[in-house]
């Protein structure tokens, strides 16, 4: 993976940059020795390590503004990080740029019940917003698997999901408002408590920008009161395509579960090993269905779900009774990654969305990819939404088995795309799939993200080499060419 | 004359003979909201309505791909039989503007972005819009998104378009996503409550596990104008709490809700199709329809709705009602040259504190012209805004003139 090439002049004025921003962020706000700047060489996607030039934890929004208008003003890169759980590289440092960390902002600020929203500082966990209104009953509905550790602030950079996104949506579509710092400095706030979009819709296109576009130093979300009642359907079937028929069907019946999760042989073997739950090992797909809300709509439903599994041919099939029966089938689910981590020295998650339609298809040739490539795959997917986590397991000890994991990752990902699917659903772009970009969008589209970025960050200065396998050249984009057709550019060097 | 495309290659080269000849563009659908935001400035009319077909749905996947021209009725009958919905109920505005009913365009709604009663629970227009393709202000072809429910990959340049009233891109094609209908409805009324009261029991209704899906109040001046005989019969407000679902579900939740709310003892439940048409009034603004007064509509955090609305109502001799909760004002007024502008939104300054804002949703072209109907962003926001379009729309030949002057 190429990052753009360190600047030597940038690098040589280290020391500058470091007085100038101990100026604006006094104390130890400001890590420039070796060890302090280790702790920020990778996120969660540990197979690429940077270490940065230098990392500035501010703790008032004046401070963020003055920092950025700074590194504006001298040219200075700037790579944004909140909890530092991005699993594509949202985070990854710049050896000449700086890490710009949210974690001291992790404050929440207000609990509006009354209109059902919470103000909350970007470096709060996302758990603890759920932890801080569960008193009232009240819960923040996007669940990254990541949520005891990930911060609302990197949910909005990477319009985080969950397990219970297919019905309650995205972080986007809980999202109120935010406060946000431009690269030069500039605060303004963008939606609020209400919710018609006052002009543009920039908090749209805010949220999911993977901190290309600005700095979240302030968050409104919606809290929503917690479902009376939850419980789940565990149900095995011998052929995916069966399982997968069983998902169409409770969607075409008019039911949207909280959550629809399927995993296959391999992840099912691996996370009964680990936390022995009881799943059936001798079926090829496992679906957890989980239904909330009202006793009477939850009772109703599970019936009717119940019916559609059989009539799908599900040869095993358990409703749970009780929380604990509840928890119990989603613990497998839940510690799958780890469980893949124990049959495994390292994995790597993918993260592509595909019509679910196709899935029989791409699991066929997910198979033919791994036996080609000698690499084993598991598969949990968040079957409602389409939204697969393929498991690459690999060792990064053996010589070019990271290579292999990629190029492995790649060409699923590719075929996702091409079965009309997209490259991510919920981890992001990053660097992990960035040049992948070109596989799901055309020049032209490229082009037209690209030249929003420039309405945002003219110089480039935030989050360079993520997102887009060529950087920003916002002059030449900006350019309007009437008589079109030819290639322009052509010379553009890529990282 | 119009320029009028067959296709999305023809709106490619219409957007390409505009640059070449330095034309502006006004983009229209069937022309129904032409009422909403400013009168466009422009030299040449760009007739998408032969762009109206249905690219594909596919129900099991939730999601459905149109041409922007095609026809909301249309759409909206074509998921009906499939038991689906665009769930963020979209409002036809027509009738306020002096239009027959039911002549909208799926791309007139999205570009608009405005949802109708389960904005609160559902999302709007916005949240629904999963990919595009179009032509920008360059003269070339882009698209966004993708066709699956699930995707972040890359800007979510979607939501930026949808709301945008065309003053971005040319939309050729949408991906929308689509939703189960709820096969039941009911809504639980209560009868006589004045609005500040109100605005405390939608709260209470949409904090309590019953999953009201939409809340809306009507002081009795405007429940008076209900076409919904047991709601204009209340001779009162009427304060409307919906409850959406599975048959049995919708029984035990309304009788929840009922229990919840037990002080309030005026209560009364509406069945499906009461619901129905009483909600869609709501949506549509109906009780403003067949006048011409100013309406605006003000967005702003739920509890204070009454704070607003009522004020406003009773100073400048209008009526208003609530939607979502009371975090939608619509509010009609007397006419005034400036429809009353100024002092809306130093109301809604002084009493909101900064948070919303008020939209003039309906006033005469040359109102319109003079006062701003989105309200003016602050100096930063506006700034940035100019550079989003500039990086979309560099000649201004989209719509100009259409949200600001």
Same mark, same amino acid.
């Given at each position: 993976m190429l990052m753009p090439a360190p600047d030597q002049g940038l690098l040589d004025r280290r020391g500058e940059f470091v007085a100038a921003l101990r100026a604006i962020v /006094? %104390?130890? %706000?400001v890590i420039d020795d070796d060890a302090g700047l280790a702790a920020y060489e990778c996120d969660g996607l540990t197979a690429y390590r940077q270490r940065p030039m230098i990392v500035v934890l501010p703790e008032t929004v004046d401070q963020v503004s003055r920092v950025l208008a700074y590194c504006h003003g001298v040219g200075l890169k700037v790579v944004p990080r909140g909890a530092g759980t991005s699993l594509s590289g949202g985070s990854l440092p710049l050896a000449d740029g700086i890490i710009l960390g949210l974690g001291k902002f992790n404050r929440i600020l207000e609990v509006d019940y009354a209109n059902r929203c919470a103000v909350v500082q970007p470096g709060v966990t996302n758990l603890s917003v759920t932890h801080a209104v569960a008193g009232e009953g009240f819960y923040y509905a996007p669940d990254p698997s990541s949520q005891i550790a990930c911060s609302i602030g990197g949910n909005v950079a990477e319009n985080a999901g969950g397990v219970h996104c297919l019905k309650y949506g995205m972080t986007t579509n809980n999202l109120l408002g935010v406060e946000l710092v431009l690269i030069d400095g500039t605060v303004m706030r963008l939606g609020g408590k209400h919710l018609d979009p006052q002009g543009l819709d920039l908090l749209g296109v805010v949220c999911g920008s993977e901190g290309l576009l600005g700095v979240v130093t302030e968050v409104t979300v919606r809290i929503l009161q917690a479902p009376e009642t939850q419980r789940a359907l565990l149900m095995g079937f011998q052929e995916v395509e069966a399982a997968g028929a069983c998902v169409a069907a409770v969607i075409a019946a008019g039911i949207i579960p909280a959550g629809m999760e399927m995993m296959d042989r391999l992840a099912i073997a691996a996370a009964e090993a680990f936390v022995k739950v009881g799943y059936p090992l001798d079926v090829e797909a496992l679906l957890i269905i989980e239904l909330d809300g009202p006793p009477a709509e939850v009772d109703h439903l599970i019936e009717v779900v119940r019916e559609i599994g059989e009539g799908c041919g599900a040869s095993y099939l358990r409703i749970s009774m009780n929380e604990d029966e509840r928890k119990g089938f989603w613990a497998g689910r839940k510690a799958a990654f780890p469980a893949v981590g124990r049959i495994s020295p390292d994995y790597y998650c993918m993260d592509g969305t595909i019509p679910r339609a196709t899935l029989p298809k791409v699991l066929r040739r997910m198979t033919e990819l791994s036996e080609a490539c000698g690499l084993r795959i598991a598969n949990v997917f968040h079957a409602g939404d389409g939204n697969l986590h393929p498991l690459i397991l690999y &060792?990064? &000890?053996? /010589?070019g088995e990271l290579h292999k994991a990629e190029e492995l990752g790649a060409a699923i990902l590719t075929l996702c795309v091409e079965v009309g699917g997209v490259l991510t659903g919920e981890h992001g772009v990053g660097v992990e799939k960035r040049d992948l970009m070109e596989v799901q969008f055309g020049p032209a589209d490229l082009d037209q993200q690209q030249r929003l970025k420039c309405a945002f960050d003219e110089d480039g200065l935030l989050n360079p080499g993520k997102v887009f396998p060529k950087l920003c050249r916002c002059a030449e984009l900006g350019r309007v060419h009437i008589h079109g057709g030819k290639v322009r550019f052509p010379e553009l060097d890529r990282f | 004359m119009a320029w009028t495309p067959n296709d999305a290659a023809g709106a490619e080269q219409a957007v390409k003979d505009a640059l070449a000849q330095g034309k502006a563009l006004e983009l229209v659908g069937t022309g129904t909201r032409r009422g909403f935001g400013r009168a466009v400035e422009a030299d040449e009319v760009l007739d998408l309505s032969a762009l109206n077909g249905v690219v594909t749905y596919q129900p099991e996947e939730l999601i459905l791909a149109v041409e922007p021209g095609a026809p909301m009725s249309e759409i909206a009958a074509m998921l009906t039989e499939r038991g689906q919905c665009l769930a963020f109920e979209p409002p036809d505005f027509g009738p306020l503007w002096g239009l027959p009913a039911g002549l909208g365009t799926v791309g007139g709604a999205m570009m608009t972005g405005r949802g109708g009663p389960r904005r609160l629970t559902a999302g709007g227009p916005r949240d629904h819009c999963l990919g595009l393709k179009g032509v920008n202000g360059f003269g070339e072809a882009f698209a966004a998104g993708g066709r699956v429910v699930k995707n972040v990959t890359g800007f979510d340049v979607c939501k930026l378009a949808t709301g945008s009233f065309g003053t971005l891109c040319v939309v050729t094609e949408l991906t929308l996503k689509v939703l189960p209908a709820p096969p039941q409805a009911q809504t639980l009324v209560i009868r006589g409550l004045s609005d500040e009261a109100a605005m405390a029991v939608m709260s209470k209704a949409l904090g309590c596990p019953a999953q009201v899906s939409s809340a809306a109040h009507l002081p009795a001046d405007i429940a008076a104008r209900s076409q919904v005989g047991e709601l204009s019969a209340a001779h009162g407000a009427v304060t409307l709490l919906r409850v959406e679902g599975v048959g049995p579900s919708v029984t035990a939740r309304i009788a929840h809700l009922a229990q919840v709310l037990s002080s309030e003892t005026r209560q009364a439940v509406l069945d499906r199709e009461a619901s129905q048409l009483a909600w869609k009034e709501i949506a549509d603004a109906s009780f403003f329809v067949g006048r011409d007064d100013p309406v605006w509509k003000l967005s702003v955090a739920p509890t204070s709705g009454a704070a607003v609305g009522r004020r406003l109502a009773d100073e400048l001799s209008g009526r208003c009602f609530y939607d979502w909760g009371g975090g939608a004002v619509w509010l009609e007024l007397p006419a005034a040259p400036d429809a009353h502008a100024g002092r809306v939104r130093q109301v809604l300054a002084q009493v909101a504190g900064g948070e919303g804002h008020a939209t003039l949703m309906r006033a005469g072209a040359a109102v319109r012209a003079q006062v701003a109907p989105f309200q003016p962003l602050a100096p930063g926001v506006a700034a940035l805004t100019e550079r989003v379009r500039t990086q979309f729309d560099p000649q201004r030949i989209f719509n100009p003139g259409r949200m600001y002057a």
């Open positions: /006094p %104390g130890e %706000g &060792d990064a &000890d053996v /010589p | -």
